[in-house]
């Protein structure tokens, strides 16, 4: 049976790891490489870096991350931040990453997924999508994007829905509201994309104690999920996780 | 020398890197005489399999050539899926046929890409899982799989619904569904034992 991963984030500005709240007032949390290892050494299912300075401009530093991740990274890891075009993924790819994530330029250029999908297979191409709960719309949520920092009119779900036509093989699904919070993931947000998509989705933001990744895996229907502060700064181990979630009947790698 | 078949299409490098991290210098190369000479051949592959096989190109024959005269060849992924015969990933292909059987796509009913990692019942007759016990998990990322149909192979199953082929061995030839060199501590002992069998 297919387990449950659990996956580290690992937020990249000038060449740190760093974590914040709904997006801002960043802590640093130490030097990705070595981060990366520690994790892949301790038990996690897959990482990924998000370079978060990246979105204006496709940077020269996120390959060489790539490469130098790669060299001591033996499990699968995803980078995303600034990617724009097909000639782009085709050298983080073969630069180590297993998969890219696209945010920003898949909402202003969708036929990007298609491309890529078509070009590398859909399981490496995964869409961020940074979400936020709609003041207009109650019960429905907007894709925000440039690192969160523009709203669109453009509804989470059905926007999920579009990239699995398009040729998404994953979704990386941000609660925005939530992120850094610590006071749980947004399963209803989680719910209501995993209801409508057949790809996997990771849940990503809020987490804060062991529970929150159990709900997000049974309430939210989320076939992974990420974190960043609850590991980042020693709250939980990895294996406390997956111990936590095996003793509460998910299957875990463990 | 093991030779990782450069070929244009993602990935290459990790297995390069996990290669060196067991201690073995992998080369990576198109070049058909290092080919030739190779002591062991990894078709790699993070690429749809159309895209995969014209990249490829005129090298598919030789490496066809070389497998079929006894050196051991490993393909990962799609690498792997290139060793049947026909795939129906965007339009259809036609692979190397070095294995009977086609590639198609996952039924529906569950997730697809088969993503993450899954538990693979490794049967004690495959060189490959040698000294690894009866399962193991390994990181699997696909949409399409292939539908073993060749009397000759022994096959490793995952669980996904159904049995689905996680890896397959037929005299020097090897595939691996799952990314050995993504599948942590266990997946480098899987290419420990691919480097073993090219020593012989």
Known sequence: ?254 | MIVVIDYNVGNVKSVCNAFRYIGCEAKLSCEPKTVEEASGIVLPGVAAFGYAVNALGSLAELIKEVALGGTPLLGICVGYQMLFETSSEYGRHNGLGLVSGSVVTIPPGRVVPHMGWNLVELPEDMDLFAGLGSEKHFYFAHSFYAEVADGQARVAFTDYGFYLPAAVQKANIYGTQFHPEKSGNTGLKVLQNFYDICKR
């Open chain 1, 1 to 254: 049976m297919l387990t449950k991963r659990i996956i580290p984030c690992l937020d990249v500005k000038d060449n740190r790891v760093v974590k914040g709240v709904h997006f801002l007032n960043l802590r640093d949390a130490g030097d990705p490489v070595e981060l990366g290892a520690r994790y892949s050494d301790t038990g996690a299912d897959e990482l990924v870096f998000l370079d978060i300075t990246a979105t204006i401009h496709f940077r020269k530093t996120i390959v060489e991350l790539v490469e130098k991740v790669a060299e001591n990274v033996f499990i699968p890891f995803t980078v995303g931040g600034g990617i724009q075009t097909v000639e782009q993924i085709d050298e983080l790819l073969r630069s180590g990453a297993e998969k890219v994530s696209v945010n920003t330029a898949a909402v202003e250029n969708p036929n990007l997924l298609a491309e890529a999908a078509q070009r590398f297979g859909n399981q490496c191409v995964v869409l961020a999508i940074d979400a936020r709960r709609s003041k207009e719309r109650p019960g429905k949520w907007q894709v925000c994007v440039k690192a969160g920092s523009e709203p669109t009119d453009i509804d989470v779900v059905e926007w999920a829905v579009k990239s699995e036509e398009l040729g998404a093989g994953e979704i990386l699904l941000t609660s925005m509201d939530a992120d850094g919070t610590k006071a749980g993931y947004d399963n209803e947000l989680n719910k209501a994309v995993t209801d409508a998509v057949n790809i996997p989705v990771i849940a990503s933001g809020g987490a804060g104690i062991l529970e929150h990744l159990y709900d997000a895996i049974v309430d939210g229907g989320a076939d992974a999920v990420l974190m960043a502060s609850i590991t980042h700064f020693g709250n939980y181990t990895i294996k406390q996780m997956k111990g936590y979630l095996r003793d509460r009947g998910i299957p875990v790698n463990l």
